[in-house]
């Protein structure tokens, strides 16, 4: 029982880690594209889009990097929860106000077979990942 | 033994904050070293739609983000004198050998946005270049109608060519 769950630790590790880290490096590679699709969303005073915008996704490529290498596991972990639950919410939001607009989750050239699952429940299994990679390992004491 | 839920979560907040910091800084600096940064705040990028024009604001924020290429379709002696900062000439008059001189210029652009500008709103060059590059299967080609007047009307800087 041990072996198996320390090998789904690892193995969520390195899925929800990279997952993280594309998505950071995306929006690295196109600042720009990133403000668009936050300032379409109508969630953010306009004077916090671009810093937001130039910061998250390095933070995103952190905690992706610490995830997959297992440093400060469960705070990490926290991060990229709330992280996804964050976009959770945004998307949520935008869904019911109806607004038609680009996730901007993996910036302007997102993988085709990340486009094929829809990002409200791409989001849901990532939020899951995350909660058990948060969960699999005790408090440190 | 096991932590109270005080030390974890503060334990948690040391990190996400750590993080968050160093991000926010990286971000920053990293903004700032790229050719053409982000704003401190946000100014929307111009919609460059097929088919449409571009109106002033439009114009001078895809002159300031500085990722789209505008042209200007004037007589290249006009170009020489004064043009919008950035524009590189390809004048209608002589639009074959500019744009064999423009070469790889413009093909990085292929897939838009282009913005061509004239004298004013009663010239066409600027029509006839978006045409003619459209027909060569570039998109999202756009015009700026008002043009150099509107331009240099409205006080906004201008950029001359050393010979």
């Not at chain 1, 639950?85 to 680009?102: E, H, M, P, S």
């Not at chain 2, 800084?25 to 990293?30: E, F, I, N, Q, T």
């Not at chain 2, 004198?81 to 004048?91: I, M, R, T």
């Amino acid at each position: 029982m041990k072996t198996l769950l320390h090998s789904a630790e690892i193995l969520l590790r390195a899925l929800v880690g990279a997952l993280f880290v594309y998505a950071g490096s995306t929006k690295i590679a196109d600042p720009r594209a990133f403000a668009d699709a936050i300032h379409a969303f109508h969630v953010l005073p306009v004077a916090l889009i671009d810093p937001l915008a130039v910061s998250l996704p390095i933070f995103e490529v952190l905690v992706g990097l610490s995830i997959v290498l297992g440093w400060r596991l469960r705070e990490n972990a926290l991060s990229a929860a709330l992280m996804t639950a964050v976009f959770l919410a945004v998307l949520i939001q935008a869904n019911l106000r109806g607004l038609d607009t680009d996730c901007g989750c993996f910036g302007p050239g997102e993988w085709t077979a990340l486009r094929s699952v829809p990002p409200i429940v791409r989001d849901l299994a990532l939020l899951a990942g995350t909660l058990f990679l948060r969960l699999c390992r005790p408090a440190p004491g | 033994m096991n932590p109270g839920p005080w030390a974890v979560t503060a334990r948690d907040s040391r990190t996400i904050v750590l993080l968050l910091f160093a991000s926010l800084a990286a971000g920053l600096a990293s903004n700032g070293l790229r050719p053409h940064p982000l704003p401190l705040v946000y100014v929307a990028t111009p919609p460059v739609v097929e088919g449409s024009d571009l109106d002033l604001g439009h114009f001078e924020a895809l002159v300031a983000a500085g990722e789209g290429l505008v042209l200007d379709a004037r007589p290249e002696l006009f170009h020489r004198v004064g043009h919008v900062p950035g524009a590189l000439s390809l004048p209608r008059e002589d639009f074959d050998a500019a744009y064999a001189r423009l070469g790889q210029r413009l093909e990085h652009f292929r897939a838009g946005p282009i913005a061509v500008y004239c004298s004013d709103e009663s010239c066409d060059d600027s029509r006839f270049v978006q045409m003619r590059l459209q027909r060569m299967g570039f998109r999202r080609v756009v015009v700026f109608p008002g043009g150099w007047d509107a331009w240099t009307n409205a006080g906004l800087g201008r950029e001359v060519s050393h010979p």
